[in-house]
């Protein structure tokens, strides 16, 4: 068994969706990326990669390619589910946490859940989904970004 960590960070600006866990939140700000800038299935993808040895997301997915511009970070997972599978790996576990002022997002969870399984071929009990706020300090505090952390564990089959 091998464990991966992955983090990632988007800035906010008014006008951007805000996709997380391949679902759209009500809010007025959204993130900025090259794709739809989703940082909790980024964080994922990089915790994925660590796990197997893999590298990381931009090896796989670079801001410099336009085929990833604003493409769903759900698609991108997808690749890195069946690179996984190529290299006979299975996920048993994954725990991610967002961390961000607003807005409050527990409802969301069962979509996100959804989507993740669906796209990783894993079932939701193997899922965690949680959140953090900053307590107003820094940058986050300030609602300029919101970062994601993930851990997973996998096993070589
Ligand atoms: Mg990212």
Redesign the pocket.
Same mark, same amino acid.
């Given at each position: 068994m091998r464990i991966g960590f992955g983090y990632? @960070? !988007?800035r906010l600006k008014t006008g951007e969706d805000l996709i997380l866990g391949g679902e759209k939140i009500d809010s007025e700000k959204g993130l900025e990326?090259h794709?739809d800038?989703d940082?909790l299935i !980024?964080a994922l993808i990089d915790s994925l990669l660590g796990a197997s040895s893999l590298g990381d @997301?931009g090896v796989y997915f670079p801001d410099s390619d336009p085929q990833w511009r604003g493409i769903s970070s759900l698609i991108l997972l997808e690749k890195i589910s069946a690179l996984l599978a190529e290299k006979r790996w299975a996920i048993l576990n994954v725990d991610l946490t967002l961390v961000l002022e607003k807005p409050k997002l527990f409802g969301y969870y069962p979509g996100m859940k959804k989507n993740i399984a669906r796209v990783l071929k894993m079932s939701e009990d193997n899922i965690n989904i949680k959140a953090s706020t900053n307590e107003g300090i820094e940058l986050i505090g300030k609602e300029e970004g919101i970062a994601a952390f993930s851990v997973a564990l996998l096993e070589k089959r």
């Open positions: 990632d @960070i !988007h990326g794709s800038a940082v !980024h @997301i």
